[in-house]
């Protein structure tokens, strides 16, 4: 029942931009905190931003400080991650993860997308 939809991924050449949706239904959106991961080819999912609840407090990595920013619309279930000057080592599969209490673990999170491909050209 429970669905989180990526979308927004694709290519990019270095120092452009794009912005990444995720969809949620079937959970009541505005209880949980919602995040972003990233993970490229013979690596670790590691935590790009999260988000709480109504949106007050978020946490970057520090790879993308000052060039990702993540938002969320609770009246419309969705939450997105703005990529801004995109990077080579910005390519990866980005996933949109859910949990009751926001953390940068991923095993913490208990709802997961599918992920969306994002491939940054030098």
């Known amino acids: 029942q429970v669905q989180l939809v990526e979308s927004g991924g694709g290519l990019v050449q270095a120092g452009g931009s794009l912005r990444a949706s995720c969809a949620a239904s079937?959970?009541?959106?505005?209880?949980?905190?919602m995040a972003w991961f990233r993970q490229a080819p013979g690596k670790e999912r590691d935590i790009v931003a999260l988000i709480t609840t109504r949106g007050t407090t978020t946490y970057y990595a520090d790879s993308v400080k000052g060039r990702f920013t993540i938002s969320r619309d609770n009246a419309k279930n969705t939450v997105y991650l703005q990529m801004n000057s995109l990077k080579p080592e910005d390519t990866a599969v980005y996933y949109c993860a859910a949990a009751r209490t926001g953390s940068t673990t991923a095993r913490t999170y208990e709802h997961w997308g599918q992920g969306t491909q994002v491939t940054v050209s030098s």
């Open positions: 079937g959970l009541p959106f505005s209880s949980y905190a």
